[in-house]
């Protein structure tokens, strides 16, 4: 009968504004949950049965309407892109932050760091000269000499200690990344049950992406969709993540177990589930900025400080050997160091200011020849110019890299906001459409109600 099917049609709008409502309102309640992804109720019309009555017609107008689905907004392209994004920008702002911290602690330029120590240096020996038999200028060229020493170890130590913190986060994030990949590996296994019954898998779909997400910050890892919902994740082609099945990451080469250095450079291997361990070639992200830190960019400085260390006690040395003591002696070394070790180990050989040679002939006569040679000495400030001149160029140009990605960070995740983030204002517009559907809903449900009445009550009634 018309009039039933249109009780259904009614019950079918109530029905699917009340679930729409149920939406928009738990979109609303997540406003602020970090990683939910707003739903939306897709509607799917209800039209006549698909096979007709042997003895009669359809004659309704449609069977009202039906949830179709909630889905999810999102766009897997644009999740992609941003994955991708997000891996090399953390792997350009680990580089800026620890660069930029060794740039300070450089402290050039300025007047306490290795520079200035060097022209202190420099001119100590310059006072000497001018008046070679003073104890205080030949006490002032051995407190600069410990200075400089001082100067040039304590940015060694700083260099060191930047690595030695970078090895710990190491650790810290491979840790991290066999933890996040074993959830993302439990999680796929409950989206592909939570699929197979046909229950709501929303929940866990954004759990799956927050894991993804985070594991392509830390490792530049790539994701592959699976037909059951889940995500593959590959390292540079290595698989870490496939299906419910989590590999593991490790340390290969460069980093012990405890955090020590083993003088290689940062290598990672994958073991699957199967055992079988395969080697990354490379990998962005936060790890892989860290590894080219501890690999090329802090071994290289510090190499380079102590090339410019080794320099200064070789031509020093050499310089102050040909010349003579107060006592007419020959000069001995100013300065020691220890081979392996240059700028971490250098010192200041002598403590006796009458052992400072700088006189250029012998007999312990009033001369200041050595000393002028010795505050000509100037190869060494410009093998230091370079050395932090091209550590200021790296650093400019990773500030500038990371600028740059930010940039197209901040678009891409506009983009994915704009798509996936929950807007009050346009859920309060669904709420309210939902309701007033619902209430219209209503009112149908009402009339026809009082037309069956009126037919069934009141057919044959004359007054």
């Known amino acids: 009968m018309a009039a039933f099917s249109s009780l259904e049609t009614a019950l079918s709008a109530l029905r699917y ?136 170890r304590v940015q060694s130590r700083n260099v060191e200690a930047e690595a030695g913190d970078q090895r710990m986060r190491l650790l ?39 894991l993804a997400m985070r594991l392509s910050a830390l490792t530049g890892a790539t994701t592959t969709a699976r037909a059951d919902g889940g995500f593959d994740v590959s390292v540079n082609g290595v698989p870490l993540v496939v299906g419910k099945t989590a590999g593991t990451l490790d340390i290969a080469t460069g980093v012990t177990p405890t955090g020590g250095a083993d003088g290689n450079p940062v290598t990672f291997s994958i073991t699957d589930g199967s055992g079988t361990t395969a080697l990354p070639a490379g990998m962005t992200g936060e790890i892989g900025g860290v590894a080219d830190l501890l690999s090329t960019t802090l071994p290289a400085y ?67 020849g050595n000393a002028t040679a010795l505050s000509n000495l100037t190869a060494v400030e410009g093998s230091y110019q370079r050395l932090v001149n091209g550590f200021g160029t790296e650093v400019a140009s990773v500030r500038r890299l990371a600028a740059n990605q930010q940039v197209l960070t901040s678009q891409v995740d506009g983009s994915r906001e704009q798509l996936s983030g929950v807007s009050l204002d346009e859920e309060m517009v669904s709420m309210l459409a939902a309701q007033r559907a619902y209430e219209a809903a209503s009112r149908v449900m009402t009339t026809v109600d009082s037309v069956l009445d009126t037919l069934i009550n009141r057919t044959g009634v004359t007054r």
């Open 172 to 210: 810290s994030d491979v840790a991290e990344v066999n933890t996040v990949a074993s959830d993302l590996a439990a999680t796929n296994a409950s989206i592909a049950v939570a699929t197979l019954n046909g229950t709501d898998a929303g929940i866990l779909l954004d759990k799956r992406d927050q």
């Open 302 to 368: 510090a190499a380079g400080l102590g090339a410019v260390a080794k320099e200064l006690a070789d031509t020093v040395n050499a310089q102050h050997a040909l010349g003579f003591d107060a006592a007419g002696n020959p000069g001995t070394a100013l300065f020691a160091y220890n081979a392996a070790d240059p700028a971490g180990s250098l010192s200041v050989a002598i403590t006796d200011p009458d052992l400072v040679a700088a006189s250029a002939v012998a007999g312990g006569g009033l001369d200041g």
């Open 17 to 152: 504004n009340r679930v729409a409502m149920d939406v928009a309102s738990n979109n609303i309640a997540n406003a602020g949950t970090d990683g939910y992804v707003r739903r939306r109720a897709e509607g799917v019309s209800v039209g006549a049965p698909d096979r007709p009555a042997m003895w009669s017609r359809y004659e309704g107008a449609g069977g009202g309407v039906a949830v179709g689905s909630i889905n999810r907004m999102t766009d897997p392209l644009l999740d992609i892109r941003a994955r991708r994004e997000h891996g090399n920008q953390a792997y350009l702002d680990i580089r800026q932050a620890v660069l930029e911290r060794v740039e300070t602690g450089i402290g050039e330029p300025g007047d306490s760091g290795v520079a200035a120590a060097l022209a202190d240096f420099r001119s100590a020996w310059h006072d000497l000269a001018n008046n070679p038999g003073s104890d205080a200028a030949r006490s002032q060229v051995l407190g600069r000499a410990t200075a400089l020493a001082d100067a040039i």
